[in-house]
C-alpha cells in the first residue's frame, strides 16, 4: 500500500470524487492553476476544467453562500477556505444558513455540502493563521464537523462528506500535511462520518483528541509507556455529532480521562468530551476528567517561544499523563 | 421620501403592448386583491391577540405580481424575503398555506411551523426557504444562478452520468429590502453576478424605511440601482406601485438573463404605510402627513384605476372579486383555525437529511 501525506490524501479524494461524480466542484481562493496555497487541489484545474475548480473572489462570506446556492441547485460543493481564520465572514452563512435549511424547510431543502478548511498551530502562523474553529461549529445542529488525523482517515472521511447531504466542516490539522504520513489505498474507500475510534490499547487512562493533537497523543503515550503507564489513545475524527459511546465505553476501561486540544482552554471541545463525562460516565471515574489545551489568550503568538508555550506539544502531553496517573 | 407624489399616478402602460392578454392583467388584479385582503385579515387576527406576529407586505403587492408574472412559473428560481406575500401567492400559494404559517399549525408547507411566518419556502413553486438576517439569500440565489451556468458549462459531463439538463437556464429572481443592500452579502452577490453574468435579477423592494431608519441614512447614492455599474451588470428602476410597469422591467431582466446577457439589479420603488410589523409603532419616527401621501403610490387602486379605463372591470364585477376574495380568505383562516398544533416532540427533527433531496434537473 502507498504511503502517503495528509496533503496528498485529502487531494486524493476530492480527485477520485470529482471522477466519480460530475455534480461535485470545488470554489475557493487560489485554487485553480495554482492549486490551493496548501497545494490540494493541485493539478486538478489542469485535470478538470475551470468551471469545475473555480478560482473565487477573495471574499469568503460568497464562497460559502455560493456553495449553499449550487446544493441546493443540484451540486456538491466543495468550498475551501483558505484558512480556518478567514471563515469569520462566512460564519452567518454557514451556521445561519446551511446548518439550519433543512430544519428550517420542515426537511425539504437540505444543502450537500463540504467546507474544507485548514486549521491549527505551530507554523508560524501568528493570530490570524493559526486559529481553531471547531468549538463554534460544533455546536450548531445542522453542522457535522470532522477532523481527521492521518491520511487515511483523512481520505475516508473526505469522500463520506463529499457524498453526505448534509454540510459538513471538514478541518484539516495544517501543521500535518506534510508531517504526517501513512498508508492510504489506492481506490474507493469510505471512513463513516460519526465514529470515534480507539488508536491504542491501554488500560491506566485515555486520552481523548484529534487532529495534530491525536498525532501528539500517541508518541506521549509511547513516551510514557517507556514508565510503564499504559495509555488508551482515540482519535475523535467526528465532533458532531459526538460518538459518546466510544467516549463511555474507553473511560469505562480505563477510569482516567485526559482531552488534549489545541484551541483555547475555555469552551473548546474538550469542555463537551469533559460534560459528557461528568455527565455520563461518573460511575467509571477514579479521577478528574483532565484537560490540556492551549491558554485562554487571543491567539498563537508568532515568536517561536512564545508559540512553543502556547501549543500543547507531546512532552506536555506526557506530563499531563503522568499527573493524571499519580492521582 | 425619494419623489413628491400629489395624487395617484396613472398607469401609463397598455398591457398588450406588454405582451399581455387581458384574462391576465385581471389575474394580476385579482391576485393583488387577494394579496391586500389576506394581509389586512392577517393583521386584524394579531390585533385580535389570535395569532403573535404579522409582518405585512402591502404596498409591496404591485412588485409581486408585476414580478411573479414576468417569470416562468414552474421553472424559473425564486428566493425571496418576507414582504413577498403577492409574488408567493401570485406564484400559486393558497391562502390557506400562509395561514398555517401564520398560526404556527401542522401542516404549514413552508417550515413545518418552525418558523415565524413570511419565511415563504414552497419546493413545488421553486420558492426557496428563506431566514431572518437580512440579504442572505442574495450570495446564496447568486449560487444558484451559478448552478446554472455550470450546467450548461459542464452539459456533455452531467448528461453522460444521467443528469438532464435543460436546454434553457433558468432565471434565479431574488428579493430584499433596501436595508439589506447596506449588509456584506449584497455585495458579494452583485460581484459574483457581474463576475459571471448570472442568470440573477436582484429585485430590492425600496420602501423607503428598514423598521425606522429612513434610506438617506442607509446610501449616499441617490438610487439602489445606480449600485449596478460598479458590478458590471444592468441596473434599472421601476414604480412599484405600478404593476404593469413592475412586468416590464422584470420581464426584461429575465429575458436577459435568459439569454445569457447578465444579472439585472431593479430597483422597484414603492412606501410602507404600515409598521414594519406587528411588533413596531412607525408613529415613532414618522409623521403621519408622511404616511398619507406614502400611500398614494399604492398599487391595488392604480391597476384598480387602469382596468376601469381600459373598459375591463365594472363596478359589479369588482363586488363579486370582493366577495370572492373574502371568501377564499375566511376559508383559509377557518382552515389555519381548526387545524391542530404539532406535536410538542415534532421539535426534535429533522436536524439532518438522510438522503438527497435538492436540485432541479432536468424540465
Not at chain 2, 266 to 282: C, F, G, L
Request: glycine residues 8%; aromatic residues 10%; contains cysteine.
Amino acid at each position: 500500500m502507498p504511503e502517503k501525506t495528509l496533503i496528498e490524501a485529502i487531494r486524493e479524494a476530492i480527485d477520485e470524487e470529482m471522477a466519480r461524480d460530475p455534480r461535485v466542484f470545488v470554489v475557493g481562493e487560489d485554487v485553480g492553476p495554482r492549486g490551493g496555497v496548501f497545494r490540494a487541489t493541485m493539478g486538478l484545474w489542469q485535470k478538470y476544467g475551470e468551471w469545475r475548480v473555480i478560482d473565487s473572489p477573495l471574499a469568503e462570506l460568497s464562497i460559502v453562500a455560493i456553495g449553499i446556492g449550487a446544493a441546493l441547485n443540484g451540486f456538491r460543493p466543495i468550498c475551501e477556505i483558505q484558512f480556518a481564520d478567514f471563515i469569520h465572514p462566512a460564519f452567518n452563512q454557514i451556521v445561519n444558513e446551511a446548518a439550519r435549511f433543512f430544519y428550517r424547510s420542515g426537511g425539504v431543502y437540505n444543502v450537500p455540502m463540504v467546507i474544507r478548511a485548514p486549521y491549527g498551530g505551530g507554523i508560524s502562523g501568528g493570530l490570524y493563521h493559526s486559529q481553531s474553529v471547531e468549538a463554534f461549529f460544533a455546536h450548531v445542529p445542522g453542522l457535522k464537523v470532522v477532523i481527521p488525523s492521518n491520511p487515511y482517515d483523512a481520505k475516508g472521511l473526505l469522500k463520506a462528506a463529499i457524498r453526505d447531504p448534509n454540510p459538513v466542516l471538514f478541518f484539516e490539522p495544517k501543521k500535518g500535511y506534510r508531517l504526517i504520513k501513512g498508508e492510504v489505498p489506492e481506490g474507493d474507500y469510505i471512513v463513516p462520518i460519526g465514529p470515534a475510534k480507539v488508536t491504542r490499547e491501554g488500560s491506566d487512562l485515555t486520552v481523548f483528541a484529534y487532529g495534530m493533537m491525536h498525532y501528539y497523543a500517541l508518541q506521549a503515550a509511547e513516551m510514557v509507556a517507556k514508565e510503564g503507564i499504559d495509555v488508551e489513545v482515540v482519535d475523535l475524527r467526528t465532533l458532531a455529532p459526538v460518538d459518546k459511546t466510544t467516549i463511555l465505553n474507553s473511560v469505562k476501561k480505563t477510569g482516567k480521562a485526559l482531552i488534549v486540544y489545541e484551541d483555547n482552554l475555555t469552551l473548546g471541545y474538550g469542555a463537551e468530551v469533559a460534560a459528557i463525562l461528568a455527565e455520563e460516565g461518573f460511575e467509571y471515574l477514579d479521577g478528574p476528567v483532565m484537560r490540556l489545551a492551549g491558554p485562554d489568550v487571543p491567539g498563537v503568538p508568532f515568536s517561536p517561544p512564545m508559540q512553543d508555550f502556547f501549543m500543547p506539544s507531546p512532552q506536555k502531553i506526557a506530563e499531563a499523563i503522568r499527573r493524571l496517573a499519580r492521582y | 421620501m425619494a419623489v413628491e407624489v400629489k395624487e395617484f399616478l396613472p398607469i401609463t402602460q397598455r398591457h398588450e403592448d406588454l405582451g399581455l392578454s387581458d384574462e391576465t392583467v385581471l389575474r394580476m388584479y385579482y391576485h393583488l386583491l387577494l394579496s391586500r385582503r389576506l394581509d389586512e385579515r392577517c393583521w386584524v387576527l394579531q390585533r385580535q391577540g389570535r395569532v403573535p406576529f404579522h409582518i405585512s407586505g402591502i404596498a409591496h403587492e404591485g412588485i409581486g405580481v408585476g414580478a411573479a408574472y414576468a417569470l416562468r412559473k414552474g421553472f424559473d428560481i425564486v428566493h425571496p424575503y418576507y414582504r413577498d406575500l403577492a409574488l408567493s401567492i401570485a406564484l400559486g400559494m393558497k391562502p390557506v398555506e400562509f395561514m398555517l404559517a401564520l398560526y404556527g399549525k401542522k401542516g404549514d408547507p413552508h417550515s413545518a411551523a418552525r418558523q415565524m411566518p413570511s419565511h415563504f419556502s414552497l419546493c413545488h413553486l421553486n420558492i426557496i426557504s428563506g431566514s431572518s438576517p437580512v440579504a442572505t439569500q442574495l450570495p446564496q440565489a447568486a449560487g444558484i444562478a451559478f448552478a446554472e451556468i455550470l450546467k450548461q458549462k459542464l452539459r456533455p459531463q452531467l448528461e453522460a452520468a444521467g443528469f438532464r439538463v435543460s436546454r434553457e437556464m433558468r432565471v434565479v429572481l431574488t428579493s430584499t429590502g433596501e436595508g439589506s443592500t447596506s449588509e456584506g452579502d449584497f455585495h458579494e452577490a452583485l460581484n459574483w453576478a457581474g463576475i459571471y453574468r448570472l442568470p440573477l435579477v436582484v429585485l430590492v423592494h425600496n420602501n423607503q424605511y428598514a423598521i425606522s431608519v429612513p434610506v438617506w441614512k442607509q446610501m449616499a447614492v441617490k438610487r439602489v440601482a445606480d449600485r449596478a455599474a460598479a458590478y458590471g451588470i444592468h441596473g434599472a428602476v421601476a414604480d412599484g406601485g405600478n404593476v404593469l410597469e413592475v412586468y416590464q422591467v422584470v420581464k426584461e431582466a429575465v429575458d436577459r438573463a435568459r439569454a445569457g446577457e447578465g444579472a439585472t439589479l431593479i430597483e422597484a420603488v414603492t412606501y410602507r404605510w404600515t409598521p414594519h410589523s406587528s411588533d413596531d409603532d412607525d408613529r415613532t419616527y414618522r409623521t403621519r402627513e408622511e404616511v398619507e401621501q406614502g400611500k398614494l403610490r399604492d398599487p391595488l387602486p392604480r391597476l384598480r384605476d387602469y382596468l376601469y379605463r381600459r373598459g375591463l372591470l365594472t363596478q359589479r364585477e369588482e363586488d363579486e372579486l370582493e366577495e370572492r376574495v373574502r371568501a377564499e380568505v375566511d376559508e383559509a383562516q377557518r382552515q389555519a383555525e381548526e387545524a391542530p398544533y404539532p406535536a410538542p416532540e415534532e421539535a426534535l427533527a429533522p436536524v439532518f437529511a438522510t438522503e438527497d433531496r435538492s436540485g432541479w434537473w432536468g424540465e
